[in-house]
């Protein structure tokens, strides 16, 4: 940007400034172009049922290493590519790979019980959103109940009849509808009640503060039992050590999810992973 103005513009940018809007263009292209070149993968984190140790499911999280920008992570090219529109098409993309990736780990008899993606708040201003994840699944022959559609709490917010519709012709195939994050935002209870969610996610942020922030202990236990009311599944995100699987276990959080038992890990190691937790009961 500053190179080509040149001259006197010059002075009507802040080098700051013109450096991240340069930064950004440069970024969103490259996206663009990770799109089409298939420089985007997903990786997969365990969740594990808390009693039993047995597999309750896996989160896709994508990644994308781009040849000139190196690893870039999600959180810095998801927003980026929901500005530009771009993040309709890498949705699309996630929901097809996590389906491929299924029938492929059942084809090797590798039975994961539900695989969750994440998912934009702008998919479903799309009327033929419904319709593009149905036939994805019906290609690969991924029943309804194997996909788990993560939206954050904010979504729950919405009064567009249009949205709740899709949710609703989502929810109808047996797809499952998780709230990630959950407690970051401030949806509010009657939210709950009135979108057809099957599952919260404790955020991250509640669990790793124990045990030196022992407050955390009541704010877990008050989430666990919202979901217990509501009769949803819970999983607790970001578990990483041992005294916080033990709590959450005590206070009855049925799933887990986090670096204490697995990172995200690349889908060739799935099975191997599967292997050596699918003797344990419930599995
Ligand atoms: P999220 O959906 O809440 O995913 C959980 C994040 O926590 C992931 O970061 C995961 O790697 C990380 N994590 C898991 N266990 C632990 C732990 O024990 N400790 C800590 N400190 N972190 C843990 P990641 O993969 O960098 O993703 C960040 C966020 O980017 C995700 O948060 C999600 O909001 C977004 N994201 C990732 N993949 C996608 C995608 O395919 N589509 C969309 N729309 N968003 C995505
Ligand atoms: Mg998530
Ligand atoms: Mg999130
Ligand atoms: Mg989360």
Redo the contacts with the bound molecule.
């Keep these: 940007l500053v190179r080509k103005t040149g001259g006197n513009n010059r002075e009507f940018f802040s080098p700051e400034l013109s450096k991240a809007v340069n930064e950004r263009l440069l970024l969103g292209a490259a996206l663009k172009r990770a799109v089409s070149d298939s420089h985007l993968r ?2 997969y ?1 365990p969740q594990i049922y808390a009693n039993t140790g047995a597999l309750y499911g896996c ?5 994308w290493n781009d040849p000139e920008h190196g690893e870039v ?3 810095r090219f ?1 927003p980026l ?2 500005e530009t529109g771009e ?1 309709e098409e ?2 699309l993309w ?1 929901i097809r790979e996590a389906c491929r990736q299924l029938a492929e780990w059942r084809a090797l008899r590798i039975d994961i019980p539900v695989i969750s ?4 708040a702008r998919h479903f201003q799309n009327r033929r959103f419904p319709d593009q994840v149905l036939s994805v699944m019906k290609e690969f022959g991924i029943p309804g109940e194997q996909l788990m559609l ?1 939206i ?1 709490e904010s979504m729950m917010l919405t009064d567009d009849e249009e949205v709740l519709r899709r949710i609703q012709i989502l929810r109808n195939a047996g797809l499952g509808l998780s709230i ?2 959950f407690g970051t935002g401030f949806s509010g209870l009657s939210r709950l009640a009135r979108f057809p969610v099957t599952e919260i ?1 404790i ?2 942020s509640f ?2 503060g124990y045990p030196e922030d022992n407050r955390q202990r009541s704010l877990l236990e008050a989430i666990i039992g919202i979901g217990q009311s509501f009769s949803l599944n819970v999983i607790a ?4 050590t041992s005294e916080q699987f033990q709590l959450l276990r005590e206070l009855g959080c049925p799933v887990i ?4 038992y697995s ?2 890990i690349p889908a060739s190691e799935i099975p191997g992973w599967y292997r050596r937790v699918s003797h344990l009961p419930g599995n």
């Excluded at 989160?59 to 990644?63: D, G, N, T």
């Excluded at 995100?237 to 990483?240: F, K, N, T």
């Excluded at 999810?257 to 204490?260: H, K, L």
């Design positions: 997903l990786v984190q989160e896709a999280l994508i990644r992570p999600p959180s998801i590519a929901e993040y890498i949705g996630v993606v994440n998912l934009s993560e954050t990630d994050d996610k955020d991250k669990v790793s995100e970001g578990v990483e999810q986090g670096y204490y990172r995200p």
